[in-house]
Every structure is written in structure tokens, then in C-alpha cells.
């Protein structure tokens, strides 16, 4: 008897979860948009009523260069002058204002096309269209000599010239950083409030601390520490006739809201905090792709995540467009209305990705980006 009631409470329970499995998959269908079309339009209305648009991108597909060329036009006409990107301030200002030998040589996440084509005409080296506010990945060693050539005659950086003579690897960032640590150059060099020197220290610690594994929670603390101190420093000098409004597109990991499976609390995290201090308001959009590759820094790699989360694949599921956004603020609440004790794997996914992000987009294929 005791084992017929037990199958039927199973049976029922089944039924049930198969019930509202198929609830979160119809909200998700009605709430899914064409971004070629319907889709952009979805966005710039919600840009429109934010003071933060927020884009968690890929890194190294042309498809999010190509959204960006797409919406910035109407972004500006919305009162957006200004992109937070995941580039080093002084990399920004190569991008946005260099030309010939003093344009950016490597490229990575940005490119000088795409610098040139959102250089806003009024926009100047004290305000300029790109705050970086990252540290410096790959162009550290352009940044010390720069602080070398304005600094001649300095013992401290002359040594350092010697030690750079075949190039900065992450291995000698510990060395570079001893060798700076008490040290101060006669000169600097401040974009917006950020230090050419501090950077450089800055960016040589996380390196530093990127070298041991089991620093690797605290150096990914300590770079979100700095991109939040160089957004703040951006946005608090801005005008306040101006409207303030900004485009964030950093990579996926640095733009949840709340803590993400690192369990960091993100630029993006501190973006709404503040924007909800302010009586602002963020609306954050993340993109994954369901396969294709990607290409950056002329390493090209597999760009499928469906395997790597089982959210991702169900939503690739129920795309319908090559390039679908879903808004999940609808499903949110459905997910939210399940008991913590019922939600199912998937189920706790969805929730975590609808609690990180307002909409999301998934990308069929993505195509590795050639510069």
C-alpha cells in the first residue's frame, strides 16, 4: 500500500514539474525577439528608460562588434556619449585618439576601427568617448616606457628598461612590482584622475597574484575593485546636464547583478547599486553563442557553451532566430514562484542567469573576428 502512494506522489509530482517546465518554456517563447530586427528595438527602448545599458559580451566574434556598429547611433540619439570598456585607460586613448604610430599596435578586445567609428566629434582627451577601466593585459610594457620617457634619468625605471629588454612576461610581474614598490617617478602622467604609475602597479599586483593558483579568487577581486574605482572616477566628473548616460560592455563574467559563480560581487553588480542609489536605473544584457568559434589574439577556439551550462542549451532550444534576445524578467517571476525545495537543476540556472541579467542573447553561430 505504502509503495502504490509513494509512485502516485512521485507520478503527481512529475506531472507537476513537467507542468511548469513547460510554463517557463512558453514565457521564454513569448518574451523572444529577432535582434536583426524586433530584437534592437527591444533594446534601444529599454536604453531609452536606463541611465546603463549593460552588454555581458563574448570575446572575439564579430558578432558583438556588429550589434555595437548597429545600436550605437541610436544609443547616441538617446543621450548615451560615453562606453565603459574592458580595456586599460591609457589603451583607450590609443584606440579613440592615435594615429599612425601611436594608434594601437595590438589589438584584443577593442579594435581602432571600432574606437573610431563611436569617437563622439566633441569628445576630447579630458572626455573622452571610451573610459577604460580595466587594467592593462597587453600592452603593460608600452605603459612602463611611456612612464620611462617622461621619467629620464630615473635608477628605479632604468633598471626596469634592462629587465624589459626582451619583453614583459606575467612570470616577472612579482620582480617588476618589488622593484617599483617604494619607488615614485619625479613624473607622472593622470588621465580623468587615473595615474599612469598607479596603473601600472595596479595592473603588475593582479599579474603578480595571477601566478599562483590558489590567488586567483583575490587577483579576479582585485581587478573588479579597479574597474569599479576607474568607472567612479569617469562617471562622478561627467556633467549632470548631460543625462549621464553610459554603455558598459565588458565581458559576461564582469557585468552580473548580484554575486556571480565566482562569487564576486562585479562591476556590473556595483553599476546597480549605484545606478539604484542615485534613482537611476541598469538594464543588463548577457549573450553566449551555441556554437561557431572565436578568435582572439590569434588563438581561435570552440565557441559552443551549451555543454558547459545546461541553461544555455535549454534556451538554444527554444531560440527561434539565428540571433534571439529573451527578455527574462517575465520568467524571473515564474522561476521565483517555484518553492526553493521544487526547482529543478535547469530550474535553478534559469533563475540564477534571470537574477544576473535582464535579457539574454543567444547566438546560433558566432564567427571569429578578423581584424
Known amino acids: 500500500m505504502f ?146 620617457r617622461i621619467n629620464p634619468g630615473d635608477s628605479v625605471l632604468t633598471r626596469l628598461m634592462a629587465m624589459l629588454k626582451n619583453g614583459y612576461s606575467r612570470q616577472k610581474a612579482s620582480v617588476v612590482l618589488n622593484l617599483m614598490r617604494n619607488s615614485r617617478p619625479g613624473h607622472d602622467e593622470v588621465l580623468s584622475g587615473i595615474s599612469l604609475f598607479g596603473n601600472i602597479k595596479s595592473s603588475l599586483l593582479i599579474d603578480s597574484l595571477r601566478a599562483f593558483p590558489e590567488a586567483k579568487l583575490n587577483a579576479q577581486i582585485t581587478r573588479e575593485n579597479l574597474m569599479k574605482t576607474y568607472f567612479l572616477k569617469r562617471y562622478e566628473v561627467l556633467p549632470k546636464k548631460q543625462g549621464n548616460r553610459v554603455f558598459v560592455r565588458f565581458g559576461r563574467n564582469h557585468l552580473h547583478k548580484g554575486f556571480d559563480d565566482r562569487g564576486i560581487s562585479t562591476l556590473g553588480n556595483f553599476i546597480n547599486e549605484y545606478a539604484f542609489a542615485n534613482g537611476l536605473k541598469c538594464f543588463n544584457i548577457a549573450a553566449f553563442a551555441a556554437g561557431g568559434q572565436c578568435k582572439l589574439l590569434n ?35 515564474q522561476l521565483h514562484n517555484i518553492p526553493s525545495e521544487q526547482r529543478t537543476e535547469l530550474n535553478k540556472r534559469l533563475l540564477f542567469w534571470a537574477d544576473s541579467y535582464d535579457a539574454i542573447i543567444c547566438y546560433k553561430t558566432v564567427e571569429p573576428f578578423n581584424k
Open 3 to 148: 509503495q502504490k502512494g509513494f509512485i502516485l506522489c512521485l507520478s503527481i509530482f512529475c506531472v507537476l514539474s513537467a507542468s511548469g517546465q513547460q510554463q517557463i518554456s512558453e514565457v521564454l517563447k513569448a518574451n523572444q525577439y529577432d535582434l536583426s530586427g524586433a530584437g534592437k528595438e527591444f533594446i534601444v527602448r529599454e536604453a531609452h528608460s536606463a541611465s546603463f545599458l549593460l552588454l555581458g559580451e563574448l570575446h572575439g566574434e564579430k558578432q558583438i562588434p556588429d550589434l555595437m556598429y548597429k545600436l550605437w547611433p541610436e544609443l547616441q540619439k538617446n543621450g548615451y556619449h560615453h562606453i565603459a570598456a574592458e580595456i586599460s585607460p591609457w589603451a583607450a586613448r590609443k584606440l579613440e585618439f592615435g594615429v599612425k604610430n601611436d594608434s594601437l599596435k595590438v589589438e584584443g578586445l577593442w579594435t581602432n576601427r571600432e574606437a573610431r567609428f563611436v569617437h563622439n566629434r566633441t569628445a576630447t582627451m579630458d572626455n573622452p568617448t571610451i573610459w577604460g577601466c580595466d587594467m592593462e593585459e597587453i600592452s603593460l610594457a608600452d605603459e612602463m616606457r611611456a612612464l620611462a
Open 299 to 333: 588563438e581561435t577556439f570552440d565557441a559552443d557553451e551549451t555543454q558547459d551550462d545546461i541553461a544555455f542549451g535549454y534556451l538554444s532550444k527554444l531560440a527561434l532566430y539565428n540571433a534571439t534576445i529573451f527578455d527574462l524578467r517575465p520568467v524571473r517571476i
